[in-house]
């Protein structure tokens, strides 16, 4: 790739008078020697399994392996339907299209991760809330998605993606960053626009731990990506009226990285702290630990010949 | 830069919860099919760290069960792997590791399948990425993101050439390339990243080369 941060690579896009999307095509395909168009097929495909995933959070059994979660994108779908919700339609629909992929990953069904599965229901949510509602066809999103895989290899390569390693911040922050700067692009806003959409989204997520209960992406991480997507959202509609990020994105990213380093361990994706080690979260471990010791017994009672045959 | 490309970002396609301990699950057990070249009958886990303590709410035991049926990370079937290990004939153990393993998320595959034996030693590094530290008991650094090679033969001089002018012959270009032996003059494995995957018959070739004992073709870049 030609560009290590973002500012590297608003300059390509002024300079060659591209999107973003279009230098990260290129680039990808000029880096792994396969033709743009396969490149361009194969992230198609991936935005196929996205709006699957969004159908089947919303009408499909979403109910998680360890029983813990489930259910909550229909409600939200169903309650918007049935009046006017606080946020506002096309807000709330993004959140429930992105609650219903991040149940379906839950669920053990079928999604892309974005950048991670953790963080898997934020760009969905936004791109195909975004497509139903102006009525833009699949190679649009597909270029979208092209836009925010470059934003989140620029954050990826400079801070972290990953929840054990950086938090939370790394995973639903990176996603909201992602696809608030590829919103930005979408609705016909500058590369520059987009980077400051980053910034501005990123540093609404600095900070945040990552605390699964039972060590599991299930809660609370299937709320935050309902409420990533509307972040992402708001970060887009500050970048494209104008509002840019004072401190660069590139340096809001640096910022992820030493306060992602600076995180005790027992925050990162061990289940040991934040809302993981609350009194209601331990009971849910507890139980489910326990539920799991008594499934193993009576596997194995169930293998074991009867005592009289011995 | 530890991320290389677009699809590191966006993708992989793959089945939840966890792009670590489900995807990155997946890739390790396909690793240790294609290391044992053909449906184990018993494969023995001893999971390490996190696979260890959260394996079962991830569906970790599920996601390397479907890796060994050869299912992609997208596989639909992951949920019921246990069914399909059954039907494919496949008995799975399960161990909890002593110790540390190599990485948080570390797992110690041994397969048996016809009269062959194979065993990995790997982890699930984030986002679906994984490492590979040993194969067959032998050190390696590989990550089944490229076409890769292993080949077992006698430690010998001039067998690494002969290995290499093959590879240069057919224009493919070598990404990352490890060796390790047992000891002077005893059995050796190199692994061999390639930029592209090779044909059947050059396997062939290089599987008569004098001291080549074994050649292993571990590609996950082709669906299954």
Known sequence: ?310 | MRFKNVFSIIGPSMVGPSSSHTAGAVRIGRVARKLLGCQPEKAQMTLFGSFAETYWGHGTDLALTAGLLNFDTDDERIPEADLEAEKAGMVTEWVQGKGNGPHPNSVKISLWGGDRKAEIVAASIGGGTIAVYSLNGFDVQITGEYPTIAVTHSDRQGVLASLTSLLSREGINIGYMDVDRKGRSEAAMTVFELDSAPEGSLIEEMLKLPHVLEVTLIDLTQRS
């Open chain 1, 1 to 310: 790739m030609r560009f290590e941060t973002l500012d590297q690579l608003a300059e390509i896009c002024l300079k060659e008078n591209k999107t973003i999307a279009e230098v990260m095509l290129a680039d990808q395909a000029k880096e792994t020697g396969i033709s743009a168009d396969e490149v361009f097929r194969q992230m198609a495909e991936y935005y196929q399994v996205m709006k699957e995933a969004v159908q089947k959070g919303l009408t499909g059994n979403t109910k998680s392996r360890s029983g813990l979660t489930g259910g909550d994108a229909k409600k939200v779908a169903d309650y918007m339907r049935q009046g006017e919700s606080s946020l506002g339609g096309p807000s709330a629909t993004a959140m429930a299209y992105a609650l219903a992929v991040s149940e379906v990953n839950a669920s053990m069904g079928r999604i892309i991760a974005t950048p991670t599965a953790g963080s898997c229901g934020i760009i969905p949510g936004v791109f195909v809330s975004a497509q139903e509602r102006f009525g833009w066809d699949d190679d649009k999103l597909v270029h979208g998605l092209f836009t925010a895989g470059a934003i989140g290899f620029v954050i990826a390569n400079n801070a972290s993606i990953s929840g054990a390693e950086g938090g939370c911040q790394a995973e639903v922050g990176s996603a909201i960053g992602m696809a608030a700067g590829a919103m930005v692009e979408l609705r016909g806003g500058s590369a520059q626009q987009a980077v400051h959409a980053v910034g501005l989204a990123l540093k609404n997520c600095l900070g945040l731990i990552c605390d699964p209960v039972a060590g599991l992406v299930e809660i609370p991480c299937i709320v935050r990506n309902g409420l990533g997507a509307v972040t992402a959202l708001a970060a887009a509609d500050m970048a494209l009226a104008g509002v840019g990020s004072v401190i660069p994105a590139d340096e809001v990213i640096g910022v992820m990285l030493e306060v992602g380093s600076a995180m005790p361990t027992k925050h990162r994706e061990t289940g040991k702290g934040g809302l993981a080690a609350t009194p209601t979260g331990r009971k849910l471990t507890k139980e489910l630990v326990e539920q799991r010791r008594r499934k193993a017994k009576e596997a194995k009672e169930a293998k074991q010949p009867p005592s009289d045959t011995k």
